[in-house]
């Protein structure tokens, strides 16, 4: 059974840090694009981060570049996401997704990451003081 789960989650101050774990069973996260997106209260889900398949490219949304980093750990079947310099617009639950095609492009460049073939239940982040 495909699975992707998400842990990490949890309450941090402002301008602290946090690595979300993203562990794949079922299937090998070597050959897929993966992704991770976040749902704040209110507002529609948007894209955060990937790392492609093909070339190991990473992708990352304005509003957290220079701030994240997504990291593969192939020994582990696993994809992390490390947060620095969190901020509370940043709360929100964080889902990881897998896609067996070009996920990262399409939504990186398209907008589009709906189409991605996997996905996890998603962890809860909250930034606050």
């Known amino acids: 059974q495909v699975q992707l789960a998400e842990s990490g989650g949890g309450l941090v101050q402002p301008g602290g840090s946090l690595t979300l774990s993203c562990a794949a069973s079922g299937f090998t996260l070597d050959y897929v694009d993966v992704g991770w997106f976040r749902q704040a209260p209110g507002k529609e889900r948007e894209g955060v981060s990937c790392?492609?398949?093909?070339?190991?490219?990473?992708y990352y949304g304005d509003s957290v570049k220079g701030r994240f980093t997504i990291s593969r750990d192939n020994a582990k079947n696993t994809v992390y996401l490390h947060m620095n310099s969190l901020k509370p617009e940043d709360t929100g639950v964080y889902y990881c997704a897998a896609d067996l095609g070009n996920g990262c492009s399409e939504w990186y460049y398209g907008g589009e990451y709906t189409g991605m073939d996997y996905w996890g239940k998603g962890t809860l982040v909250t930034v606050s003081s």
């Open positions: 790392v492609s398949s093909s070339d190991g490219r990473t």
